[in-house]
């Protein structure tokens, strides 16, 4: 008989049935150019992506260096433009030094694992972002992940450890509720126990502190020497790009040991450019962080959230996922763009509406968004 030959990749069909049958199959969707729908789903906080000022510092940037660095920052990626942004962003959030990687995905990489390795401790908040996550399995570290925000747990993980090194990972601001991190405590325990905490001010940056310089500067801990932040600057900046700050040593040994930075094409000239504009709006702007939070606070009351959000985010909690999906529907039909969770991004029973606040916003786009939020939750609850 005829040998039948079966694909090695036939699994794949299975595993989309069950998904799709659960309402988890995920597609990719265009979206036209802004300004055809309202957008509340992306995460450019400050609404600095469209900014002329910073759409002319990347063109700027590009006709200077061109489309891309050629090479790793250590080979030919590395521009004055590059150290010029990290000196500024570092003395606006209180940083001793930066240091520009490719994205905030490489930078947590980058980061966690040259930070940590054989021999060393991670202590990780369980909501802590999919980079955080992935770090720790790279490091090679032994691994504890505390129940999400809980302070004691970390504490009693430091206190039984016996490797020499620990390092603790938390987001400042969690991306799927908006939620804070005790940043305060969190710090108060690393410095009893000698470890390190590590932040990811991915959603920080440009809402909380004073102008935007982030949570950890809002609580007191900007610069201090046993601390280091990560974020990004495809948020509040409205370009790409991540950066680690910290003090200059761990510049120093990242440049060394961060294979994300070492074997990584630099960021392209033009995001830097953009970013550096962006950081130099929110400079001159500093009322745009104070925005983005009252915007958040007016959405969250169109949506019936009991609670005041504290950052951008406002989460909208629908339960299962089939309903969140065609509530995002209904909203994009009406000319609402709104983000939609659902497992594993968000545990099961609680997929959701994400919704994100622009410092940019509008008198007529938030009547928009109360007209649609209010017709579109008024029908899925009912």
């Not at 302070?151 to 987001?171: K, P, Y």
């Not at 102008?211 to 900007?222: I, N, P, S, Y």
């Not at 009252?294 to 989460?315: F, N």
């Not at 509008?362 to 928009?368: G, K, Q, T, V």
């Amino acid at each position: 008989m005829p040998r039948v030959e079966l694909s090695p990749l036939a699994w794949l069909d299975d595993v989309e049935q069950q998904r799709r049958a659960a309402g988890l199959r995920r597609s990719l969707r265009t979206r036209p150019p802004v300004g055809a729908e309202l957008d509340l789903a992306s995460n450019d906080y400050l609404g600095l992506s469209q900014h002329p000022d910073v759409i002319d510092g990347g063109v700027e940037a590009l006709r200077t260096w061109g489309a891309g660095s050629g090479g790793s920052r250590l080979v030919t990626g590395n521009t004055e433009l590059h150290e010029g942004f990290e000196r500024e962003l570092a003395d606006f959030v209180g940083a001793e030094s930066a240091l520009v990687f490719s994205s905030g995905y490489t930078a947590n990489l980058g980061a966690v694992v040259a930070l940590s390795g054989p021999g060393s401790l991670i202590v990780s908040d369980a909501l802590t972002h999919a980079s955080l996550v992935d770090a720790c399995r790279l490091s090679r570290a032994r691994v504890t992940v505390a129940p999400h925000r809980d302070v004691a747990a970390v504490e009693a993980a430091l206190a039984e450890r016996s490797e020499d090194r620990a390092v603790v990972l938390t987001d400042s601001v969690f991306s799927t509720d908006g939620a804070l991190a005790p940043l305060r405590a969190l710090h108060d325990v690393c410095r009893r126990h000698g470890a390190l905490l590590l932040v990811d001010e991915a959603h920080g940056l440009g809402v909380r502190g004073d102008g935007g310089r982030g949570l950890l500067h809002e609580v007191g801990l900007a610069g201090a020497p046993d601390v280091v932040m990560t974020t990004t600057m495809s948020k509040a900046l409205g370009s790409q790009g991540g950066v680690v700050l910290g003090p200059q040593a761990v510049r120093a040994h990242l440049i060394d040991a961060a294979r994300p930075f070492i074997f990584d094409t630099g960021l392209a000239p033009a995001a830097v450019g953009a970013a550096l504009a962006a950081l130099r709006v929110l400079v001159a702007e500093p009322d745009r962080a104070r925005a983005v939070l009252d915007h958040a606070a007016a959405l969250a009351e169109v949506c019936g959230v009991a609670e005041t959000p504290q950052s951008a985010v406002v989460s909208v909690i629908l339960g299962e996922p089939d309903v969140a999906f065609a509530a995002a529907v209904a909203c994009l039909d009406r000319g609402v763009r709104v983000g939609c969770f659902r497992p594993p991004t968000v545990p099961a029973g609680t997929s959701r509406l994400r919704l994100t606040a622009r410092a940019s916003l509008d008198a007529d786009e938030l009547d928009l968004a109360r007209r649609v939020l209010t017709e579109v939750l008024s029908t899925v609850r009912a």
